[in-house]
């Protein structure tokens, strides 16, 4: 039975019923040939990455997507009852890499998907995302990254990149991946994608190219974050879509921005 298994240190969090294949138990979302590389963490997309860490030690990646917040996934801040940590409990690390990092925000205050799902079905990882809003603004330098309105198609070529276990101090990316199409739930649809990630990326975003025109320069957008993956040679992993939490994100309080 392959492992549906998220992305944080620690044991697999979701477990469903899926096709055999050869697994990698250690490595859970990369397939046969290892994709990722090390990019710099410094430039375009990259630097608008984040390590996010609890008081208890857990390590998972997030995105900033506006001068105060980031998107993360919610399983990244349960403690070990599987309740969610305060936001006391929480930080924000930017620049970070190789054991030093350029600066850190506590978290004043996060907002969940909802209900945690404890029996870890497929659709409960439709809310399993969640928004931070920092103490602080970000350093400069270190842009907030737009959120897709719509998931990309299958086919539409994407990147992800973060914090993995294994390489923990660099951000390592597979840029070279693709959407595989959505998967609809009784909670809300997935984005099903083909990119190499595995336990410590959770949280990370999902990356589409967006077009310039009008002026606007071509860039980058969060089309979801990697919340999940399936262990096989061909992994097929899950990301929660940006139109899940772009209503959060985009609030109307003036202090969280």
């Known amino acids: 039975m392959a492992i549906l298994s998220g992305f944080l240190v620690a044991a697999p969090l979701f477990v469903a019923a899926l096709p055999a294949a050869a697994q990698n138990p250690l490595l859970p979302g990369i397939g046969a040939k290892d994709r990722r590389v090390v990019v710099d963490a410094t430039h375009a997309p990259w630097n608008s990455l984040v390590k996010v860490q609890s008081n208890l030690g857990a390590r998972c990646t997030g995105v900033l997507v506006a001068p105060r917040r980031v998107v993360t996934a919610a399983h990244c801040l349960l403690n070990r009852a599987q309740r969610f940590l305060p936001a006391s409990s929480l930080h924000v690390l930017f620049g970070y890499e190789r054991g030093e990092y350029r600066q850190h925000r506590a978290v004043a205050a996060l907002e969940t998907g909802g209900p945690y799902d404890k029996e870890r079905r497929l659709d409960g990882l439709v809310g399993d995302w969640a928004v931070l809003t920092l103490d602080g603004d970000a350093p400069e330098g270190m842009p907030p990254l737009p959120l897709a309105r719509v998931p990309p198609d299958a086919g539409t070529p994407l990147m992800l990149g973060g914090y993995s276990q294994d390489r923990a101090h660099l951000v390592t990316a597979d840029t ?12 809300g649809p997935l984005l099903v994608h083909d990119c190499d990630g595995t336990r410590g990326v959770s949280g990370a975003a999902l990356l589409v190219r967006t077009p310039g025109g009008d002026g606007a320069e071509e860039g980058w957008a969060v089309a979801g974050i990697a919340v999940a993956a399936v262990s096989g040679p061909n992994p097929r992993n899950i990301a929660v879509p ?8 985009e609030g109307n309080t003036p202090s969280l921005r």
């Open 176 to 187: 070279a991946c693709a959407a595989r199409g959505i998967n609809d739930t009784d909670r």
């Open 242 to 249: 940006s139109a899940a939490f772009v209503a959060a994100v």
